[in-house]
C-alpha cells in the first residue's frame, strides 16, 4: 500500500519509520512518534492547532505529508520545553496572562508565535494580530493570547 | 478525514520530474506547496493514485535576474521567500506585497508561488500579478519546454493552459522602470481569507505626469484572473490628475461578465467591492508614481 | 479563623504546565493500540427513502473489520432516555435513532459504521459503501415545517411540531394593549450557528469480558450522565460501567449529551470484542455534530408616553433540527426569561419547536439567548419610535435596588441583580455620552458609527432536577496535603484552579497543597457536570462544605490535642495554633497521623480519618448573575464591514473567586457572540444541503477581527451559596450578539436601515444599503 520510508529529526531525535505515502505529518508525529501535542483540530489546514515547525519554519503539519519531513528538522510543542520542564517564555507567558481555557488551540499557537516572534522580535499589536490570525481558538477570544505575545515581545525574551 | 492511497514520487530533477508525469498520465498529479491540494485530498474531493512532489527539485527555486533586466522566479520558490528577498521591493514590487495577503505566514512557508499560478484559484492574488505584468511562463515536458505569455494563461476556473503532462517550471517578470507605482488593494471576510474582490495596480508617469503605461489586474471577479483592459486604454497618456479613482474603479469593473454569486455576496456586491478596490490600489499607485521624480531610481518599500 | 488567600486573586492556572508544553491528555491521544477506528457513511440527502444498501465491497478493503447498519446495532440500544428527560412516559419522546433505518431524515445522518485498523481504512471502506437513496422533498425552514401539506420529518408523527406553549388569553394583557399610548411590534430572527469547540467530539470503549466492564474514554461536559445512559443503552448496571473524561477541548453545550454515533461505539465494542474509537472530523462536527440557535421571536410592546413598558407579548419560534439533542429546546426558557432586566407588568408568551430535516439543536452557551436577542433589538426598536436615547429608555425601565425582591411577569423572582449598576458603569466605561457626540461630528462627515447596549439577567447556577447538586470530596492525606474530588470536572473553565483556591482558603492551607482530582466515574461522586453556567455556585459550594467540615474536625482535633478551646485556634498554611500563641500549634501532618494511626487519642466520640463529603445544592434554582454589554463600530459603506472598536462589558457574578478567570469566560462568550452576529453561519441550500461544513466556510473570528474587552465589576454577594458566587460562563454569548446587533443598527440609522435578521456579513449591510436606497457616500480610502 505505497509505503516509504522517512528519515527525519524530531526534537533532536532521529527517527526512522516506514509510513504510507498518504499518512501526514500530523498522524505521524501523533501515533508514530507518541508526539500527541500536536492537535487536529480541522485537518484542513485552517484551525492551526496541529503547528509545527520544520527547518525551523511554521507549517500546518496536516498539510504536510511524512514523507515530504525526509531529511528535516522538526520541531513540536514538546520540543519547546527545557527537559527540566521549563516552560518556553511563550508557554509561561501563556499561563501569566490566561491565555489559554481548554488548551486544544494552545499548542498551535505556541509554536507559530515562537516562530514569529523569532522572525520579528518586536511586533507591534497589530503586527501580532495578523501573525497569529492563522490560528483559531474558540474559548479566550483571543485577549489573553495577544497579551501573552505581547508581554514576551516586550520583554525581549522571544 | 484522511486522503485515499497514492504513490509518491519526489524527483530531483525537472527532468526526473516530467518524466514521471509522462510516464504516469491522468493518474498523477504535482504536489507543490500543497496548500491548497492537501485540504482537498483529504476532503476526497481529489483523488489521485500518484503525487509527484517538486519541492526536492533545486533548479525550481529561488530568485534570479535574467539577462534583458527581467527577473525570474523557480515555479517552487515559497511565498515566504518572496517576502523575505531583498531584491524583489526594487525589481517586481507587487510580489512582496501582495505575498503578506496569500493566507497566513505558516501557509506561506509552504506555499509556493508556481503551485498558486498552477491552481489558478480566481481569488488569488499571485495570478492577478501575473496577469497585470505581463508575465512569462515557462513550462517543461519531455517534449521540450515551452514559453507562454501570461495573457490566455488563465483559461477557466481552476485551469490554466498548462498540458496534462506538462510542469510549470519558472515566471519571468519584466522589471519596471521610470516613475513606477504600484498599489494592491483586496477585501476579505477575514484576515488571509480568499479576497472577495481585489486588484493588483502598476503605473508609470513620463515627466509630465501624463499616464505611460498602467496595468490593472482583478481577482475574486471572475472564473479566472482579469486584466481591466477598458480602463488600461482609457487613461494612456491622460494626465494623472484627470484619471479620478472612483470613476476607473467603474470602469474596471464595468463590463466584467461572469463574476460569481455565492454565499459571501452576489456578482453586483462583487463589482461594487472590486471598483472599491481598484480605487484604492489605483490611488496608492498613483501617489508613489508621483513621489518618484523624474530620472530616478524608485525605491519601492 | 481562615481568611481569603485565594478567593479573588489572579492565581494562575494548574492546568496550564501540561497544557502548554503538549502535555495534556485528550480522547484521541490515549494509547489505543488494538482499537478499531470507525468511519461513518452519512446520508447526503434531506429527506428520502433507502433503497438500496450494500457493504460488501467495504468489507473487502484492507483492513476494514465490519461494516455495522440499523439492522445490526439499532436493535441492540436497550433504553436511550437521559436523567435529563426521565424514563417514557405517555407524551411524545425526544426522537431518536442510531442508524438511519429505511430512510434519512438529514444530510449527515449516520448510515453505516465502518470499523478498521486506521481511520484511514475506515474511510476507504466508508467511501465504497452503497447506498442508494430515493430523494423526497424536505422541510428545511422553521416556517415550512408548520405550513399546511409540510411533508412530515418523522413520518409516524402527526405533524412537525416538536413542543408547544400555548397559555391562556389575557383579556387584561390586551386592555394594556389597547389603551397604551404606543404599541410596537417587530419580527426578530437569529440564524443558526454553533458550538464548535476545537477539539471535536471523541470516544474511546473498550468491553473487558473479564470483568464485565465496559470502559469508555469521552470527550464531555459530564462523565456521569454518560455512564447513567450508557449503562441503559447497554442494558448493564451502573456498576458495570467506567466513563473517564480526559483533558477536554471545548464543549459550550454541544457535548452535554452524546450523540448517536458516540452511542454506538460501545455497542460495537461488545459486539466485535475489541476497544472501538471515534474521532468525529471537522466536517463531520459541522455538518452533523449537532447545531444551535435559530429562531424567530415576533414581540409586541405596549409603552405609555414616558417610555415605560406596559406590557409584552412574545412569540417564539424555534428550529431543533431532526433529532435534537436532550433539553436542546429552549423555548420553555427563553420565553420564561423574556422579561429580563426590566419591570414589565403583564407579559404572554406563546412558543413552538419544530422538527426540520436538518441537523438536531444542541444546547449552546445561553441556549435560551434568544429572549435576550429579541427583547434588547427591541428595547432599540421602541426607543427609536420614542424618539429616546436607548440608554435612557433602559433606565427608565430597569429593576432597581428599590424593586428588589421583585417577581417578573413571567413568574421568576430576583432576590438580588444589580441591572441598573451595570449599565451606569458600563455606560460611564464606554463614554457613552461623549461617544454620541461625537457620533454626530462623525455623522456629519458621512461615516457610519453606532454604539449598541445589551442589558439582562442570566439564571446561573442552575440547579433543577438532574442539575439540582453536585458533590465533592476532600481528604487530608496522611502527609497532611490535600486533595478534593468533585463529581463536575473541567473542559475548560479552570476548575482545577477555582476549586483549589475556594479549598485552599477554607481548610487554611497553602494552594500548592491542594490538588483537585475530577473527571472519573470511579473516583468521582455522582453529579451532572458543567453547564448552565452552574459550576461556580454548585461546586465550589460542595467543595466548601466538605471542607468546613473537615477544618471543623481538625479545630476539634487540634483543641483536644492543644488543650484550647476551639474558637481560641488559628489555621493557616497548613497549621493550627492558638491564638497570640503561634508557637503553640500542631500542623496538618501531625494531625493527620493522630487522625488515621491513632484514633484512640482523639477527642471522644470523634470518628479517624480527615476526610469529608458533601452534596450541595444552592438555596434557589437559579442564581441570578446579571451583565451590561455595550459596543462601539463603524460600518465601512463601501464594503459593508462592520469594525468593531471598543467593547465594555459590566458585570456581577457575586464574590469572584478568580477574576482571570471570570474575565476570561466574558470574552470567550462575547467573541463567540460576536462571530455569531458578524461571520459564521451554517448555511442549508434549499434541499436541505449544509453548505458551511470546512473552516474554510464556516468563519469563525480570529485575532484580526476581535476588539479587546474591557472590563467593569460589580460583586454583589449572592444570598444563594456560601461563597456568595454567581455563575457567568454564559453571559458573554448571550450579551454579545445583541449589543453588536444594535451597534451595527445604530450606525446605519442615518441610512433608513434596521436588519433584523443576521448575519450581519457586508454583503447582506451593503444589500440592505442599496435596498433603502439612502444616500450611502462613497469614501475613498
Redesign the interface.
Known sequence: MADTTVGCTVNGVARRSTVEARRTLADFLREDCGLTGTHLGCEHGVCGACTVLVDGEAVRSCLMFAVQAEGCEITTVEGLTSPDGTLSPLQAAFREEHGLQCGFCTPGFIVSATAFLRDRPHPSEQEIREALSGNLCRCTGYQGIIKAVASVAAEGRG | MKPSAFEYHAPRSVEEAVGLLSELGDDAKVLAGGQSLVPMLAMRLAVFGHLVDVTRIPELRGVGPAADGSVTIGAATADTALERDAGLGRTVPLLPRVTPLVGHFQIRNRGTLGGSVAHADPAAEYPAVVLALDAELAARSVRGERRLPAAGFFDGLWSTALAPDELLTSITFPVWSGRCGFGVAEFARRHGDFAIAGAVVGVELDGDDRMRRAAVGLFGLGPTPVRAGQLEKEVGGRPVTDCDAAQLGAIAVSDLSDVPSDMNGTAAYRKRVGAAMVARAWSSAVTEAQQARSGQEVHHG | MTGMRYVGQ?V??R???R????????V??LPARDALHVAFVRSNVARGRIVHLDTAAALEV?GVVAALTAADLNGLVREEWLDYEGPPGPGPRREFRLLADGDVRFVGEPVVMVLAES??AA??GA?LVDLEVDPQPPVVRMEDAVAPGAPLVHPHRSSNVAGRITPPEDPELDAVFASAAHVVTETFDQHRYTC?????RGILASWDPFRAQMQVWVSTQGPHGVRTQLARVLGLGEHQVRVVMP????G?GQKMFLVPEEIGVPLASRLVGRPVKW?E???ENLMSGQHAREDRVSVSFAVDGEGRILGARADFLENVGAFPAGGASSIGFSSAVFPGPYRIPRYRATARAVYTNTTGRCSYRGPWMVETVAREQMMDRVAAELGMDPLELRRRNVVRGGDLPYTTAAGLTYDQVTAAETLDQAADIAGYDAFRDRQAQLRAEGRLVGIGISLFTEPSGIARGTLSTEAATVRVGFNGKVEVVTSSAS????LETTIAQVVADELGVDLDDVMVVQGDTATSPYGPGTGGSRSAVLSSGAARTASRRVRDKIVQIAAHRLEAAPEDLEVSAGRVSVAGTPVAGVTFAELARTAYAAPETLPPGEEAGLEASARYSPSSPFTWSNACHICTCEVDP????VTLDRYVVSEDCGVMINP??V??QI??????GIGGVL?E?M?YDGDGNP??T????Y????????P??EYGHIETPAPTNEGGHKGLGEG?AIGAPPAVINAVNDALAPCGVRLTAQPL???QI??ALETASAPAG?R??
Open positions: 489572579r494562575v492556572r492546568e496550564d504546565p497544557l502548554v508544553t503538549g502535555h495534556g491528555t485528550y484521541d491521544d484492507p481511520r484511514y474511510e476507504d467511501e464548535v469547540p476545537l477539539e471535536t483533558d477536554v477541548g471545548g459550550f474521532i472530523d471537522r466536517r473542559h475548560g473553565q479552570s463601501t464594503t459593508g464591514e482571570n478567570v474575565e476570561g470574552a470567550g462568550g462575547v467573541v463567540q461571520y453561519q448555511l453548505l458551511t470546512t473552516f474554510v466556510d468563519l469563525l473570528p480570529t485575532t484580526t477581527e476581535v479587546m474587552i458573554g456579513g457586508p454583503a451593503i444589500a462613497e475613498s480610502h
